[in-house]
């Protein structure tokens, strides 16, 4: 059968802020690089609102707020950004927010549908922590801003339904399937951007949920916290659970299970806050490996000048490694190297706002830091010299376990310990004298940018080994520093933690300890918990609640496309997540390197240290990367003819090559580890003007 003169198209997978970015970019490039009148068609699939997606969807509770302050959130680029493509900057969330309450609102402007929302964003304080929904309404403004700034001869067209399979010759036209059985699109590039995404339960966790079945009781596996706001509902009130983790989303968890259960707070003559419960609360006693909350976002500015940065630890650092061609290891390569950098945002910051409390120049001390390891016994007398109180000076090992070694008497005793350690922490990010904190955690982000430089890259490059082992991702990268780094950088708003201490003193919140440890007692069918901070206590509890994200899982992704894809041998797993080239491209084995149209951006890639959305000023990893990679769609796509597409073969059911039904190849979709031998809806069009 002949085919037929077609647009260019452009499928992509997942509608949320990672593909506006990349949509922003495209409007930005293609005067430069798109032949002006030729049709190139995008077409977004996502069952969720497009800017927003599942994640900042609006459908959620208004209890669920943002860790970012509205001044530290925007989706534009800005004088900072290193790019080859042009700046086309845009507001912040708060600056956006602003001025929805003015005469002049950003155009396109649309009235947020919620009288709350609108209510919020009129009085949003830059240095605020906005509700989820009030981001939702900013990424909702930026994605039709940027079907805005398009040319008209690119258009953009919404499918809110579920991508299901992609399939097609490496060298042909690329065919992505929809939930419904409706007729599948034909693109000549497929781009991967769902973001965060579920998983199913682990063994682990099944094995927990068949317990609570049996016995009746409660068992909620790792999950997004906006998801399981009805399961919830199944807990009792005044019944004992245990919420296994101290992170974001225990923070989410336990505003659900008491504001979302009518609780309040009251502020009291002396300063204090006292909550009042509605009596449906049950009763959480909260534990973890480290067995204390995330440190809470800072609630200052920078006194001294910006840092420079990278310093310790960017690109120059990385030539280096990496040209030694030898699999690298993240706590002894790269950890000394960070720890330094870190270090220098917080030294600097001392200095430069604090000298009363420095002894020397900054000058002289920088001379000797810059020469010294970060571990050398001359570093640490370096500082010791420099800095007079303890209290200023960096110990990481102290901040990462912060309770190791303590042994408390009874649960009494380290409730209070607990209380007083919230409230320390809460004060110190709330006192601009302690403002080295936030240059430390300006180094922190800066070490989180470069270290996609780092990943492994031989199945895509073909060549020796560079970055690191796999062994050192799955560990120290996806495991201990991505816990570490989420802990000091990526904690709640301080009154988040000021409502614990309340909850605590009100009984509501009981705090377990570190190491924490939960067995399910099948003869007495309830969950134990304990920790040796206490040594001797053991609680008792009817429901257990995972109060962590799911780990990353091709194999057990709760998205049909990449689940399919992987157990077709499309696609490799690496730490559980999609393997990448360094320039996005998927990389399929049956290929043996990256598949020439499909791209996969985001949080569920090998490339996943790279966010959405950003703090202004910095010279944002994500507005880079969609640059680089709107160019390079537009320059490939421009380069060929327009397409001539064939007819739409029917879903594949088994693997190209193999009789139906047949097990994939005996390690197909598994990168080599030296570690381990929605409902369819009638498509919208968006198309500019």
């Known amino acids: 059968m002949s085919g037929r003169a077609a647009p260019t198209v452009v499928v992509l997978v997942g509608a949320g802020p990672r593909a506006t970015g990349l949509l922003e970019r495209v409007a930005a490039n293609a005067p430069e690089l798109w032949p002006p009148g030729r049709p190139l068609e995008f077409h977004l699939v996502d069952p969720h609102p497009p800017g927003a997606g599942r994640v900042w969807r609006r459908a959620q509770s208004p209890l669920l707020r943002m860790n970012s302050m509205a001044e530290d959130v925007t989706l534009f680029t800005d004088e900072s950004s290193v790019i080859e493509g042009p700046v086309r900057p845009g ?115 099944q094995e927990l949920a068949r317990f609570a079945a049996r016995h009746r009781r409660r068992y909620l596996p790792p999950a997004f916290s906006a998801d399981v706001a009805d399961e919830l509902d199944a807990i009792e009130p005044g019944e004992h659970v245990v919420l296994r983790g101290l992170g974001l989303a225990f923070v989410d968890l336990v505003v659900l299970l008491t504001e979302g259960r009518g609780g309040r707070y009251r502020e009291e003559a002396d300063g204090s806050l006292t909550y009042l419960p509605s009596g449906r609360e049950p009763v959480v006693h909260a534990g973890s490996r480290r067995g204390v909350p995330y440190h809470s976002k800072t609630g200052y500015r920078l006194l001294g000048p910006r840092p420079d940065l990278p310093r310790h630890f960017g690109p120059a650092q990385a030539d280096r490694l990496l040209a030694e061609g030898r699999p690298l290891d993240l706590r002894r390569d790269l950890w000394p190297l960070m720890a330094k950098e870190i270090g220098y945002g917080h030294y600097h910051e001392l200095f430069h706002a604090h000298p009363e409390r420095t002894a020397g120049s900054w000058e002289e001390f920088r001379a000797a830091y810059d020469t010294l390891h970060w571990y050398a016994p001359a570093m640490a007398e370096l500082v010791r010299a420099a800095v007079q109180d303890p209290a200023d000076r960096l110990d990481f090992e102290a901040l990462d376990r912060p309770l190791r070694g303590r042994v408390f008497a009874d649960a009494e005793s380290f409730q209070e310990h607990l209380r007083g350690h919230i409230e320390a922490d809460r004060a110190r990010r709330a006192d601009p004298g302690h403002s080295a904190d936030l240059g430390a955690f300006l180094a922190l ?103 962590y994200l799911p780990s990353p899982s091709l194999s057990r992704s709760k998205d049909r496309l990449l689940r399919d894809l992987y157990a077709a041998g499309g696609a490799i797993e690496e730490s559980g997540r999609l393997a990448v080239a360094p320039d996005g491209h998927v990389i399929d084995p049956s290929l043996g390197g990256p598949h020439p149209r499909r791209i996969a951006l985001g949080h569920h890639t090998g490339g996943r240290a790279v966010a959405a959305f950003a703090r202004p000023g910095t010279n944002a990893p994500a507005f880079r990367q969609n640059d680089a990679v709107a160019r390079d769609l537009l320059r490939t796509l421009a380069a060929r003819p327009a397409p001539v597409r064939p007819p739409a073969p029917a879903r594949p059911t088994a693997v190209p090559g193999q009789p139906r039904g047949a097990a994939p190849p005996a390690g197909a979709g598994r990168r080599a580890d030296p570690a381990r031998t929605a409902e369819p809806a009638e498509p919208s069009r968006h198309v500019p003007r």
């Open 91 to 205: 507001p912040s969330l708060a600056a956006w927010a602003a001025a929805t309450a003015g005469p002049e609102p950003y155009a396109p402007h649309e009235p947020a549908p919620d009288a709350s929302v609108r209510a919020e964003l009129a009085g949003l304080a830059p240095d605020a922590f906005p509700t989820r929904r009030a981001q939702s309404a900013y990424l909702d403004w930026a994605h039709r801003r940027t079907l805005a700034a398009l040319p008209p001869h690119i258009s953009v067209h919404t499918h809110a339904t579920t991508a299901t399979a992609v399939h097609g010759p490496a060298d042909g036209t690329q065919f992505v399937h929809l939930a419904g059985g409706t007729a599948p699109l034909a693109a000549d590039l497929v781009f991967l951007t769902q973001g965060h995404l579920g998983s199913e339960p682990a063994p682990e966790h």
């Open 445 to 547: 982000l800066s070490v989180y940018g470069q270290l996609p430089r780092y990943l492994p890259d031989a199945a895509a490059s073909g060549g020796a080994p560079r970055g690191l082992d796999h062994a050192s991702v799955r560990e120290h990268l996806d495991g201990w520093w991505q816990g570490f780094f989420s802990f000091l950088a990526s904690g709640p708003p301080g009154f988040r933690l000021r409502q614990l201490h309340a909850l605590s003193l009100a009984g509501v919140v009981r705090f377990l300890g570190a190491d924490l440890r939960v067995e399910a007692d099948e003869e007495a069918g309830v969950f134990r918990a304990s920790s040796p901070t206490v040594p001797g206590r053991t609680v008792t509890a009817t429901a257990l609640v995972e109060a």
